[in-house]
């Protein structure tokens, strides 16, 4: 009588770790470039708004600057640079970038294993993507709002003019 288990592919299991392997490698690129981009971003953004607290004092000295810096740092978990190595490819409470890439990868493969077509897989990837900007709404709310209040804080002192005995006398 022959044996009725099913034998195990080691090939497959080469191929499942090889495209695994070529995943993390394009999803830690792609992550590298949106650090980059955030880099990029916060160095003009946080010299103008250290300038502008130096000139204007805040509730505290730095005020707008360290708004920046917890953004960057809130950026910085959301992107998760090195996840990969942690293996937390699921998605958490939290947004992040590795929750978006596996939410449109099951997407993408669930539509693959009911032999959707191409314009269902669109159709499930775009669904999943409008979701995604649903979700994170929140957050970019909350950092439209902290701007909207920083700016209210600013206006008032850019609108005032020196009085002559706040300019120091010229040497």
């Not at 950026?75 to 929750?99: M, N, Q």
């Not at 999943?128 to 700016?151: C, F, N, P, W």
Request: a negative charge.
């Amino acid at each position: 009588m022959a044996d009725e288990r099913p034998q195990h592919d080691p090939h497959a299991a080469d191929s499942h770790a090889r495209w695994r392997f070529l995943r993390d490698v394009a999803v830690f690129q792609f992550k590298l470039a949106l650090d980059n981009l955030r880099d990029f971003a916060l160095v003009p953004v946080s010299l103008i708004v250290a300038a502008i607290d130096l000139a204007f004092k805040g509730e505290h000295e730095g005020v707008l600057f360290y708004m920046v810096l917890r953004w960057g740092l809130h950026s910085e978990k959301i992107i998760d640079l090195y996840s990969v190595i942690e293996r937390g490819d699921g998605p958490g409470h939290d947004f992040t970038v590795d929750a978006a890439i596996a939410r449109l990868e099951s997407v993408i493969l669930r539509e693959y294993e009911k032999g959707g077509t191409a314009a269902g897989v669109k159709a499930a990837v775009d669904h999943a993507i409008d979701q995604i900007r649903r979700e994170s709404k929140v957050g970019r709310g909350k950092a439209r709002g902290a701007l909207a209040r920083a700016a209210d804080n600013i206006r008032p002192k850019l609108d005032t003019k020196p009085d002559s005995g706040d300019v120091p006398p010229a040497s």
